[in-house]
């Protein structure tokens, strides 16, 4: 582990107004929709990368740092099986979602890429990663949902109990339907940044908007609730033997990683990225201090200097 480099800010797009959300299409595996927006390549030469968003997310968790890295990377984020607009899944777990990222990278037959994800997207990137290096070339974690087994460092402590109930799930959607949109995305947004004043209003009205989608959507409470015992599982099983822990498939990965954490993050122990660094052999760590679990969305300039300090470290010749 060694410590991440940031390129100059000025190698970056300047600041410019906030984009919309990147173009989306509908790409079917095995009878099943996957949602993509692809953030095309801005300049010649740009290589293929995926992006992969956390529990409770989407593809748009990554417009803003998308956009800045698009004269280096041919863009494309999905949503997840049973969010944002994807179809949902008979299994949420991190095989089963990784079994689903790796069928889409072999459909978009692109070569290896450079894959990013953030929480669970991160923790399903490190299966990835692990089990077919072949489909990946560089691996960024921010924040990853990697193991930790103490309750009291994640917000998500006072749900875990309803995972115990057989009908966990529907408790889960009437404690949503009892707030208002605008309710819940001040609560998803108190959780995920250090400083909630670095949201835009535009990226607030994306939010509501999103939250409202999933009124509509009937399968949103069983994947959320689905995909978070899928986690809590892969935490239990990562300190016991066997091929299946998510520490032992870190240790594992043999791609150049950077890994980056916030230390203001309220749903990942802040401890993880550091020790995710040590785990995975190739890798760079970058510690944010007033950030919290989503660093793309809070800081993606920063974010994005660290891509570039990747790419940049692992092309300079070595002395």
């Known amino acids: 582990m060694k410590g991440a480099q940031l390129a100059a800010d000025d190698l970056l797009p300047p600041d410019g107004s906030v984009p919309p959300p990147w173009p989306a299409r509908r790409v079917v595996l095995d009878g099943a929709m996957l949602h993509v927006r692809d953030t095309p390549a801005t300049a010649p030469g740009a290589e293929p990368a995926v992006y992969v ?3 409770g997310g989407s593809s748009q968790n990554w417009t803003d740092v998308a956009g800045l890295l698009a004269d280096r990377f041919d863009g494309q984020a999905v949503d997840l099986p049973g969010f944002g607009y994807s179809d949902p899944s008979r299994r949420y777990s991190i095989p089963a979602f990784a079994e689903r990222l790796i ?15 953030n929480s669970l997207g991160g923790s399903i990137s490190v299966r990835v990663a ?3 290096p072949d489909l990946v070339r560089t691996l960024t974690l921010i924040s990853p949902a ?30 949503i339907a009892r707030m208002t949109a605008e309710e819940q995305a001040e609560q998803v947004l108190l959780a995920c940044f250090g400083d909630t004043r670095k949201v835009s209003a535009q990226r607030r009205a994306e939010a509501i908007e999103e939250i409202r989608l999933r009124y509509t959507v009937e399968h949103y409470p069983k994947a959320y609730m689905g995909t978070l015992r899928g986690l809590v599982s892969s935490f239990l099983r990562a300190y016991l033997p066997g091929v299946n822990s998510q520490w032992r498939l870190a240790a594992r990965v043999s791609v150049p990683t950077l890994v980056i954490g916030g230390l203001r993050d309220s749903l990942v122990d802040p401890r993880v990225p550091a020790q995710v660094a040590r785990v995975i052999p190739d890798s760079r760590l970058l510690v944010l201090p007033g950030v919290g679990h989503v660093a793309q969305m809070e800081v993606p300039r920063l974010v994005a200097r660290a891509v570039v300090g990747l790419l940049t470290d692992i092309t300079s010749p070595v002395a």
């Not at 069928?103 to 994800?117: A, K, Q, T, W």
């Not at 460092?153 to 057989?166: D, E, F, K, S, Y």
């Open 130 to 132: 692990a089990l077919r």
């Open 103 to 117: 069928g889409y990278l072999e459909h978009s037959g692109r070569g290896p890429v450079h894959l990013v994800g």
């Open 146 to 175: 990697m193991p930790f087994l103490d309750p009291r460092r994640t917000a998500q402590g006072r749900i875990l109990p309803l995972l115990a109930l057989p009908r966990a799930d529907r408790l889960f959607a009437w404690g």
């Open 53 to 55: 968003h956390g529990l």
